[in-house]
């Protein structure tokens, strides 16, 4: 599986970006689906996950209420939508395939996309 995530921007605060993640191949709807992103100097963090289905999402608490995983298998595409996004959001960030759901664990997720620059300005 290849992974090309898009929707990356320069946004004011309060803004709202959507991220979008396509996956190449036919087994997409077989994994489950993470947002992670990296600030600079800063490790990378586990920010959103959704199951194979769709049918159960995670955000974690410091973007629950702002941010939502959602995913359409038909399309092979996983999103993160973002609202009312803060300095804080700055980062690149990641999409990641893997066969655990729901897991902050990096190492348990097989493939990576290359990332995309969320910047939001004070």
């Known amino acids: 599986v290849q992974l090309q995530a898009s929707g990356g921007g320069l946004v004011q605060a309060g803004g709202s970006l959507r991220l979008s993640c396509v996956a190449s191949?036919?087994?997409?709807?077989?994994?489950?689906m993470g947002w992670f992103r990296q600030a600079p100097g800063k490790e990378r963090e586990f920010v959103a996950a959704?199951?194979?289905?769709?049918?159960?999402?995670y955000v974690t608490d410091s973007v629950k209420g702002r941010f939502t995983i959602s995913r359409d298998n038909a399309k092979n595409t996983v999103y993160l939508q973002m609202n009312s996004l803060n300095p804080e959001d700055t980062a690149f960030y990641y999409c990641?395939?893997?066969?655990?759901?729901?897991?902050?664990?990096?190492?348990?997720?097989?493939?990576w996309g290359q990332g995309t620059q969320v910047t939001v300005s004070s």
């Open positions: 959704i199951n194979w289905s769709g049918s159960n999402t």
């Open positions: 191949g036919r087994t997409f709807s077989s994994y489950n």
């Open positions: 990641a395939a893997g066969s655990r759901y729901r897991s902050s664990w990096l190492r348990e997720y097989e493939y």
